[in-house]
């Protein structure tokens, strides 16, 4: 198995891609990984990986791609300039079909600009929809969606993201029926901006013609709640919902740790403690829901945070496989487009 890899997309430069990588590709003895950079920074952070990730780069090849998209540039600079960057060369590795995914931590708007224009979308759906997996209670999983490749969007978008993220959680968990929301400031029916309300009268219109449980508005609380398996909002509430989340996580395991180590006790309780408090930061932790799916596209293509490290890239690339192994895009184009 092939996947295609932007290695110059991410804050922390190639090293963090790479090891990300590597760490992959030690794990799988199928899957290599064709990664599009300038070939010598490439070959140099090869050469630079630790000893137990040393086997892994017979199975990692550089193709030269000599320029980036930066963070900075625009969805426009990237159509009309990005012909020769190396997120344009993973995506056409993907869109001639030598690679099954695409795996960047590149510029969010740049590759939902390319990623359209290179591999096209699935019939019946307009723009693709960043969307990732939240833990919930119950060990469930809530797809919240979109995550930021649409600031704005129309009522009639946010159907589509309703029936991309049912999708997904159809395909890929096994939910028979997903149950979808969407995200809302109240459950009242006055509630909402405009777009909101048009977009809730319409998925009632066709609920007996969808394939999912509309549930009407929920809100933000409700995504961890695990009852929803699919919240829909557009792109700028979706992203400041994610990070919020995260960063909330993120504080929540320091304060959990820090009231253990402030006293005696607590430092004593903490070494009783400790196979748990290991345990709820592995299962809380962002770094493995690091990965995004771009829904709707002809090709599997998966947006990992830009500020990632190896190990958040690692998991990234494990959502690319997951999706190749459900073939995503197939089962979209069948059953729900």
Known sequence: MRLAIDVMGGDQGPRAIIEGSAKAVIERPDLELA????????????????QPLAAAASRLVA?????????????AWALRHGHDTSM?????????????????????????????????????????????????????????????????????????????????????DGVVHPRVALLNVGAEATKGSVVVREANRLLKERASSLPFAYQGYAEGGDIFQGEIDVMVCDG???????????????????????????????????????????????????????????????????????????????YAIQRALQEVEHDLPMQLAKRWA
């Open 88 to 172: 344009a060369h993973m995506l056409r590795d993907v869109s001639d079909g030598r690679a099954m995914a695409g795996v960047s931590a590149g510029n969010t708007a740049a590759l939902v600009a390319l990623a359209r224009r290179e591999l096209g979308m699935i019939a019946g759906f307009s723009r693709p929809a960043i969307s990732t997996a939240i833990p919930t209670r119950g060990g469930r999983r809530c797809y919240l969606l979109d995550l930021g490749a649409n600031v704005d969007s129309p009522a009639s978008r946010l159907v589509d993201f309703a029936v991309l993220g049912a999708a997904m959680a159809h395909c890929v």
């Open 35 to 50: 990664l599009f950079g300038p070939r010598q920074r490439i070959t140099a952070e090869l050469l630079r990986l630790p």
């Open 236 to 314: 700028f509430v979706g992203n400041v919902t994610l990070k919020a989340s995260e960063g909330l996580t993120r504080m929540l395991v320091e304060r959990v740790q820090m009231a253990f180590e402030s006293r005696l006790c607590g430092r004593l309780a903490s070494v009783l403690a400790k196979p748990v408090l290991k345990r709820l930061k592995q299962e809380l932790d962002p770094v493995r829901y690091n990965g995004a799916s771009l829904l709707g596209l002809k090709r599997i293509v998966v947006k990992s945070h830009g500020g990632t490290r190896a190990d958040g890239f690692y």
């Open 63 to 75: 193709y030269d791609a000599p320029s980036v998209v930066s963070q900075h540039a625009s969805a």
